[in-house]
């Protein structure tokens, strides 16, 4: 079981670091040893069935969904009467179950699920696991417009983090990303941007300027000065994240792709409608050549880039209206 173990542990690093096919051999190859090792419905092999292609590694979420599907089956009848690894098993599968849910904007059928895995992630103890199910539960919240609900889970889950790891511990800082999100929805941006410059120096100081912790700071920095009509402000922010995002980790990789795209908005928002539109064509073409044509980010990428279009071709329109009436002579067909 050492090649399972070690298969597991290389796949789950590869797919976090966007080495998707790679990632998929190792996970598979562990997947099958415990199958063949361990039986269908030990907690072990049901955890490798989890994993494998889970996140941006199953570009297709009607797959993710059975898998999801069949884990969730035999992790409830294992459920909870079964040790710890099985309860994780089960919170597990719920979390996944939700995010996919999120991804399909089955909103109410995501908030369920999502709330029963955080209900088993409580009965847990020693398991480092909830912070991202209460991200994704947060953004439920806020999708279903329940923002004082989202606001009122992040502070408990901050609190948690604070007084388990301390103000400078990544857990706490995403939390904290995760509370400026809500508070900004409500319109409390004078508080929101108050945590955001405060968690942004403690970010620097212990990760470095361009790491990604303090980029997404950064970006949510930039939504609340669109929030508070400061345009200008919010795209200058946007692409000094954009070039520190591509110095660091290069122009194809996951996180610059989501900084290019988001610099795009930016210019978008300032009147730069053509400029926007060439750095979306820039993401749209990375976007497939990394990912590929079936993943959902690129066909995200591609809707974000067919918007920008259309909204510049209308300012193209409208420019060239102006001008015929200003110069009716320069308009084909037109007398004096």
């Not at 294992?78 to 909103?107: N, W």
């Not at 699920?113 to 103890?125: E, V």
């Not at 400078?168 to 004078?190: F, N, P, W, Y």
């Not at 900084?259 to 053509?274: E, R, T």
Request: glycine share 8%; with cysteine; proline share 1%.
């Amino acid at each position: 079981m050492l090649l399972a173990k070690v298969c597991h542990e290389a796949g789950w690093y590869l797919c976090q670091s966007g080495v998707f096919r790679a990632s998929a051999a190792l996970l598979q190859l562990c997947y099958a040893e415990r199958k063949q090792v361990l039986g269908d419905e030990h907690s072990d092999t049901l955890l490798s069935l989890i994993m494998l292609r889970v996140q941006e590694l199953l570009a297709k979420q009607d797959k993710a969904r059975k898998i999801f599907e069949r884990c969730l089956m035999s992790a409830e009848r294992i459920y909870p009467d079964s040790d710890q690894e099985g309860r994780f098993v089960l919170a597990l599968c719920l979390e996944k179950m939700g995010i996919t849910e999120l991804d399909h904007r089955q909103f109410e059928e995501a908030e369920t699920h999502l709330r029963r895995a955080l209900g088993c992630y409580d009965d847990l103890s020693g398991y480092d696991r909830s912070y991202d199910c209460v991200s994704a539960l947060k953004e439920v919240l806020l999708k279903r417009g329940k923002s004082a609900e989202a606001e009122g889970l992040c502070r408990q889950a901050l609190e948690r983090c604070t007084e388990r790891y301390g103000n400078e511990h990544s857990h706490t800082i995403s939390m904290t990303r995760d509370l400026v999100e809500a508070l900004r929805l409500q319109g409390k941006l004078e508080e929101g941007m108050e945590i955001a410059q405060r968690i942004l120096a403690i970010s620097h100081r212990r990760f470095g300027v361009d790491d990604h912790q303090s980029l997404g700071i950064m970006c949510e920095i930039a939504r609340l000065l669109r929030a508070q009509k400061k345009n200008q402000e919010a795209a200058d922010l946007l692409e000094r994240v954009h070039r520190m995002s591509s110095n660091r980790h290069g122009n194809e990789s996951i996180n610059a792709l989501g900084h290019a795209q988001s610099y795009a908005g930016g210019l978008k928002n300032i009147g730069k409608v053509d400029q926007a539109l060439e750095v979306m064509r820039v993401c749209a073409k990375n976007t497939h050549r990394k990912l590929g044509a079936d993943h959902k980010d690129t066909n995200q990428s591609e809707r974000a880039r067919g918007e920008v279009g259309a909204e510049a071709s209308k300012g193209r329109g409208r420019t060239a209206k102006a001008r015929s009436a200003l110069h009716p002579r320069d308009t084909p067909g037109a007398t004096c």
